[in-house]
């Protein structure tokens, strides 16, 4: 029977019995639940127990969290200057939290969260609701200036609406980009152990064959792995441009 790409993706419940309901529909303890729950406690755990204060050589792993710190905290200067240090921990636990769920999504047998557009979205949303909850908090009404481009007043007629349309469609870009990505290497790799696996049972002449579908999913598993990181990085860097608009609207342009 031929492997079906998709059903990585499939969220099952892992207890019969729903744990509560929510207007009648009932809400269950499932796989993603899980995975969520297992790459907060684990990067958690990491960051606090790789570091230790007063330790003259860091380990492996305080370096890791260090580096960690270090290239958010400079991420986040390089694109919105002192004013986002602020934002620091908002920021750092996106990245973490992004780059935690691609990476355990590499795990054979494990489930990728980042593959749900539901999750990317509820993401992407915390993220507008955060920029627009700054930008009114610095800025007051002036605020809605962020929409209003430096442009003769009858090109503002055209412009307004699609600098609002723009800001409106951010969640959908920021929270497809992601998923798009991490959904469509999972499956490639999916396919390509399809392929592995009908090959090798057909035997004779093409189960030899079945080494050239292999040797690509190595080279697509390498390059899942950069594609992870790249994807929490953009996610990030986003965000952090973002705040940047809240926080200075037109001056940073």
Known sequence: MALNPME???IKPLIAEPLFSIAGHPIFFTNQALL????????????????????????????????????VANMIHSATGEDGLKFFPFDFTLF??????????????SFT??????????????????????????HGIGFLKLFV?????????LLIPIELISFLTRPIS?????FANMLAGHTLLAVFAGFVVSLGAAGGVFTGLAIAPMLLIVAI??????VAFLQAYVFAILTC????????LHDNH
Not at 44 to 69: C, N
Not at 241 to 248: D, V
Request: charged share 10%; glycine share 6%; with cysteine.
């Open 36 to 71: 969520m729950i297992v790459v907060v406690v684990a990067s958690s755990l990491f960051l606090t127990l790789a570091v230790k204060p007063g330790r003259l050589v860091p380990t492996r792993g305080q370096s890791m969290a260090e580096i960690s710190y270090e290239f």
């Open 8 to 10: 990585q993706f499939t």
């Open 221 to 226: 598993m390498l390059l899942e792995l950069l």
């Open 241 to 248: 441009i973002y705040l940047n608009e809240a926080l200075h």
């Open 174 to 178: 920021l929270s497809v980009r992601l």
């Open 149 to 157: 481009p430096h442009a003769p007043w009858y090109l503002l007629i």
């Open 96 to 109: 973490m939290f992004v780059l935690c769920c691609n990476f355990f999504g590499m795990v054979p047998g």
């Open 113 to 138: 969260v980042t593959s749900q557009i539901a999750v990317t979205l509820a993401l992407s949303c915390l993220v507008i609701g955060m920029v627009i909850v700054v930008g009114f908090m610095k």
